[in-house]
């Protein structure tokens, strides 16, 4: 007889399957690696197992003990499963920004699941963070995982996932593309690549709102990178322990929109039906291959998890309209300012030591009424014709004074899908203007004026 004993058992081991259609155009063989094969149909049972099994192993857990995650999806489940194989009891705590759905499917497998506010800031007792330490704090025998800071999340990639890749392409992979949440699935298995042929190149994928990319290139933690974005389980705002920046190779980001189209064309026409971030994974994969794969090449991508957790967003057409995905040219973005602009259009700043003086006279000369203040490559704050005429006439000599001295915080960067309306309540009298990062990562600006006349058609 061919069994496994539980269905834990069943973890890993998931298929490697060639993308046909999306990679027309590409040199290089490019290989999925479908992680909806999992029992709970996640890349995510793998570190629900091995955080569970590591935690036992050091005397955190015992017989009969409790799980305790603040998780909406993925983790959940797979932490459930593992807690079902062996006897524990879960707790997930998550915002009540959560689909019903989402929480539905963990109550499914036997979790309590507490819905806290979202509207709270992550130290405030009620969020879904502090509920979950407190409990952890107050139930005997409890174990809280943070998939964020526990490194038993990448080892279960550099002991499974890394393997399985070597062995499935039979030492032939030369490219690794993953996206890049907790930083497990690339830092755990890329290193285990890495130490198979130290020339296997890691590409992480990361978000437009997130921090990663601009980390690894300038050692930076820039919280004006940071604004929210509808994609889930990629990018951060936070520097999780397992990502190990020597580990990934470069970061490629890809906005919500690119990701949706891309998921739903994996659906389509290859038959895989996936979540979102492995649209973004294949698009920012796709965008690096095409520039650097030589034909006898070979990329592992990994697709993280199944489509049916996002039936309800990216698999629906009125969804998907209402956020300008579908047919961009009826809600006008970011992207169109941007695009509407001359190629050889190059965002005016001013340095933090230029002179007052000669700022105004910059302004002036270029009819423009707000300027990003840079230090070196780094914006670093902001000017505005207003506040600088406030402050001559209550102290005419800082005209000789350095700009830095009388600047704002930096413009806040917003993403290049934000429609006019978004992009129009975030500007205001505090806020004189946005920034925003094109596809080539140019830096521009969006002011009142661009809106007005982009509205004006
Ligand atoms: C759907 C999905 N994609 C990608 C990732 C990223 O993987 P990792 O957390 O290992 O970086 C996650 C993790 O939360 C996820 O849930």
């Given at each position: 007889m061919q069994y496994y004993n539980s269905i834990v058992d069943t973890i890993g081991d998931t298929p490697l399957v060639k993308l046909n259609?999306?990679?027309?155009?590409?040199k290089g063989t490019i290989l999925a690696?479908?992680?909806?094969?999992n029992p709970g149909n996640s890349v995510k049972d793998r570190i629900g197992i091995k955080m569970i099994e590591d935690a036992e192993k050091a005397g955190i857990l015992r017989p009969g003990g409790t799980i305790i995650e603040g998780t909406s999806g993925n983790t959940g489940m797979g932490l459930a499963l593992t807690a079902i194989a062996k006897g524990y009891k879960c707790i997930f705590t998550v915002s009540d920004k959560q689909s019903q759905e989402k929480i539905n499917i963990l109550r499914a497998v036997g979790a309590e699941v507490i819905v806290c506010p979202?509207?709270?800031?992550?130290?405030?007792?009620?969020?879904y963070y502090s509920v979950a330490r407190r409990l952890n704090q107050e139930?005997?025998?409890?174990?809280?995982?943070?998939?964020?800071?526990?490194l038993s999340n990448a080892a279960a990639h550099y002991e499974t996932t890394g393997p399985e890749i070597w062995s499935q392409t039979e030492g032939k992979v030369t490219h690794y593309a993953c996206g890049v949440g907790t930083g497990g699935t690339i830092c755990g298995a890329g290193k285990y690549l890495k130490e198979q042929n130290p020339n296997v190149v890691n590409v992480g994928i990361d978000t437009?709102?997130?921090?990663?990319k601009k980390y690894k290139e300038t050692g930076v933690f820039d919280e004006n990178e940071i604004y929210p974005y509808l994609t889930e389980g990629i990018g951060e705002d936070i520097l999780p322990?397992?990502?190990?920046?020597?580990?990934?190779d470069h970061f490629i980001k890809v906005t919500d929109k690119d990701a949706a189209v891309m998921t739903r064309r994996l659906a389509r026409e290859e038959g895989m039906f996936v979540g979102w971030s492995c649209g973004s994974a294949v698009y920012g994969a796709l965008e690096y291959a095409r520039e650097h794969m030589k034909e006898e090449d070979v990329m592992v991508i990994i697709l993280?998890?199944?489509?049916t957790r996002y039936l309800n967003k990216i698999y629906n057409d009125t969804w998907m309209k209402d956020h300008g995905f579908l047919e961009a040219r009826d809600f006008a973005t970011a992207r169109d300012i941007v695009h509407s602009r001359n190629i050889s259009d190059r965002l005016l700043t001013v340095d933090t030591v230029m002179k007052v003086n000669d700022a105004v006279r910059l302004l002036t000369k270029e009819g423009i009424s707000q300027i990003p203040v840079t230090d070196g490559e780094q914006i670093v704050g902001s000017l505005t014709d207003s506040k600088i005429l406030g402050q001559l006439i209550e102290?005419?000599?800082?005209?000789?004074?350095?700009v830095s001295e009388l600047m704002d915080p930096p413009f806040k960067f917003v993403g290049l899908d934000n429609t006019l309306d978004v992009l129009s309540s975030l500007i205001d009298k505090e806020n004189k203007a946005l920034l925003v990062r094109d596809e080539l990562n140019r830096v521009h600006i969006i002011t009142q004026a661009d809106l007005l006349s982009a509205m004006a058609g």
């Amino acid at each position: 007889m061919q069994y496994y004993n539980s269905i834990v058992d069943t973890i890993g081991d998931t298929p490697l399957v060639k993308l046909n259609k999306v990679t027309k155009g590409i040199k290089g063989t490019i290989l999925a690696k479908v992680e909806y094969f999992n029992p709970g149909n996640s890349v995510k049972d793998r570190i629900g197992i091995k955080m569970i099994e590591d935690a036992e192993k050091a005397g955190i857990l015992r017989p009969g003990g409790t799980i305790i995650e603040g998780t909406s999806g993925n983790t959940g489940m797979g932490l459930a499963l593992t807690a079902i194989a062996k006897g524990y009891k879960c707790i997930f705590t998550v915002s009540d920004k959560q689909s019903q759905e989402k929480i539905n499917i963990l109550r499914a497998v036997g979790a309590e699941v507490i819905v806290c506010p979202t509207n709270v800031a992550p130290e405030d007792p009620r969020s879904y963070y502090s509920v979950a330490r407190r409990l952890n704090q107050e139930i005997p025998n409890s174990f809280y995982p943070n998939q964020y800071d526990n490194l038993s999340n990448a080892a279960a990639h550099y002991e499974t996932t890394g393997p399985e890749i070597w062995s499935q392409t039979e030492g032939k992979v030369t490219h690794y593309a993953c996206g890049v949440g907790t930083g497990g699935t690339i830092c755990g298995a890329g290193k285990y690549l890495k130490e198979q042929n130290p020339n296997v190149v890691n590409v992480g994928i990361d978000t437009y709102g997130s921090v990663f990319k601009k980390y690894k290139e300038t050692g930076v933690f820039d919280e004006n990178e940071i604004y929210p974005y509808l994609t889930e389980g990629i990018g951060e705002d936070i520097l999780p322990k397992n990502v190990d920046f020597s580990l990934i190779d470069h970061f490629i980001k890809v906005t919500d929109k690119d990701a949706a189209v891309m998921t739903r064309r994996l659906a389509r026409e290859e038959g895989m039906f996936v979540g979102w971030s492995c649209g973004s994974a294949v698009y920012g994969a796709l965008e690096y291959a095409r520039e650097h794969m030589k034909e006898e090449d070979v990329m592992v991508i990994i697709l993280p998890d199944h489509g049916t957790r996002y039936l309800n967003k990216i698999y629906n057409d009125t969804w998907m309209k209402d956020h300008g995905f579908l047919e961009a040219r009826d809600f006008a973005t970011a992207r169109d300012i941007v695009h509407s602009r001359n190629i050889s259009d190059r965002l005016l700043t001013v340095d933090t030591v230029m002179k007052v003086n000669d700022a105004v006279r910059l302004l002036t000369k270029e009819g423009i009424s707000q300027i990003p203040v840079t230090d070196g490559e780094q914006i670093v704050g902001s000017l505005t014709d207003s506040k600088i005429l406030g402050q001559l006439i209550e102290k005419p000599e800082i005209r000789d004074s350095p700009v830095s001295e009388l600047m704002d915080p930096p413009f806040k960067f917003v993403g290049l899908d934000n429609t006019l309306d978004v992009l129009s309540s975030l500007i205001d009298k505090e806020n004189k203007a946005l920034l925003v990062r094109d596809e080539l990562n140019r830096v521009h600006i969006i002011t009142q004026a661009d809106l007005l006349s982009a509205m004006a058609g």
